[in-house]
């Protein structure tokens, strides 16, 4: 999966744009839209707290950094004898699990409360009016969808693309 983002000038250009989305077979829990807080959404998909927090990337990073932290424990208390408790492969392997699990719940207890650091970029121009849109398909989509804004939407500003990682929905 990849996300498509696209500047849309107005709410009006944002909703013609979502209605073209989804008579071009895109499923609506796949298009997020971000606007200015108070800004009155009518039956525009709005980003939830997935798109809008840094909640994803921070689960990935705490994940990582957990899992690499109870390996270490675990093979650390491996090699001390002085417990006098032989740690086995399977305490090992709890240990990581366990770190992987701690780290990826404070991690998201964190990012969770702060603002998603790959739409700061468009900030501004979200305080300004502008609507962001963001679009998630299927890699094989993304010229077509690219193609359809261009085609349809002059007025649309696309801001390119990135990996959809982990790929929610």
Do not use: W
């Not at 800004?39 to 980003?47: K, S, V």
């Amino acid at each position: 999966m990849r996300r498509l983002y696209f500047l849309m000038p107005d709410i009006a250009a944002t909703q013609e744009l979502v209605k073209e989305l989804l008579l071009s077979h895109v499923d609506e829990h796949h298009i997020h839209v971000v606007a200015k807080e108070g800004t009155p959404m009518e039956e525009l998909p709005e980003a939830n707290l997935f798109q809008k927090s840094d909640f994803v990337p921070a689960i990935e990073r705490g994940l990582t950094v957990g899992a690499a932290t109870g390996l270490i424990c675990g093979l650390v208390a491996m090699t001390l004898p002085a417990t006098g408790v032989i740690i086995g492969g399977g305490a090992v392997l709890f240990i990581t699990a366990a770190g992987t699990g701690v780290g990826g719940l404070m991690s998201s207890l964190v990012g969770v409360g702060l603002p998603n650091s790959r739409l700061e970029k468009f900030e501004e121009r979200i305080n300004a009016g502008e609507v962001l849109v963001l679009v998630d398909v299927k890699r094989r989509r993304v010229d077509e969808i690219q193609e359809l804004v261009r085609k349809h939407h002059p007025e649309a500003d696309i801001q390119g693309t990135e990996p959809l990682s982990p790929p929610f929905p």
